[in-house]
């Protein structure tokens, strides 16, 4: 097993632009989410999914959309890059069940300028 | 939601045993007290969880107060690679129950 992979590590955007953060997972989990973590601190919810065709918002969702299209795939987009979206992007993803163990993706480190 | 504490910080020496500390005095009858750690540029990963039992597992153990306002990481010899972040998380039984309400948690330094 792969486990959650994400793609890119590293992107570079100018304000203004926008990307697609990816993340995939194979092991067949409902639940995915995407997490933000800003230098210093603990991890904040974006968007979470419990299945495909199924998102929510979490705590810092404005600015990003997300979509789920099948089981596996999970992709983050910045619609409009702003600096205020540096930071490191953390994508997880759990059976939907007790105890909701969380597996996480190895990353992506975005910048702004 | 309910909230933890925890230190900022703290230091172990190799092999040594480490008790890392976590309040939570509003914790609700339901909340589950999970641990997560994150080493150096990777993503979080779960350590351990527990409802009321003491619970062991090949990482760690937690043991839970009697009242369950207060729990304790337990890794029984440090090594190198356990310097990590700890982040100790209540989880809802029910509603937001997927969900992980991340505070700064505490870094553990373990000195050689």
Redesign the interface.
């Known amino acids: 097993n792969a486990g ?1 992979t994400q793609t890119p590590k590293f992107q570079v955007l100018k304000t203004g632009q926008s990307m697609t953060l990816q993340c995939a997972q194979d092991m067949n989990h409902e ?1 995915m ?1 995407w ?1 933000r973590q800003d230098p ?6 974006i968007h ?1 999914s ?1 299945g495909a065709g199924i998102t929510d918002q ?2 810092v969702p404005n600015g990003y959309n997300v979509s789920r299209s099948t089981t596996e795939d999970f992709p983050l987009r910045l619609l409009s890059a702003a600096p205020s979206q540096t930071s490191v992007y ?1 994508c ?1 993803s ?1 059976y ?1 069940r ?10 992506t480190r975005l910048t702004v300028t | 939601d309910a909230k933890t504490t925890q230190p900022n910080s703290m230091e172990s020496n190799e092999e040594e045993p480490v008790h890392l500390p976590c309040n939570h005095s509003t914790i609700s009858g339901t909340d ?1 007290i ?1 641990w ?1 750690r994150q080493l150096p ?6 350590v351990i ?1 527990g409802l009321t039992s003491n619970v062991n597992n090949r990482m760690a153990s937690l043991a839970i107060a009697e009242d369950r306002k207060s729990s304790t990481l337990i890794l029984h010899r440090a090594t190198l690679r356990d310097a990590a972040v700890y ?1 100790c998380i209540l ?1 809802r ?1 029910s509603g937001s ?9 505490t870094q553990l330094t373990v000195l050689p």
Request: proline share 6%.
């Open positions: 959650v639940y989410s997490y210093g601190m603990g991890l904040r919810l979470y419990v979490g705590e953390f997880a759990s939907d007790a105890p909701y163990e969380q597996y996480f993706g190895p990353g | 589950y999970h997560y540029s990777q993503g979080p990963e779960y969880h982040y989880r039984s129950a997927r969900q992980l309400t991340f505070g700064s948690g």
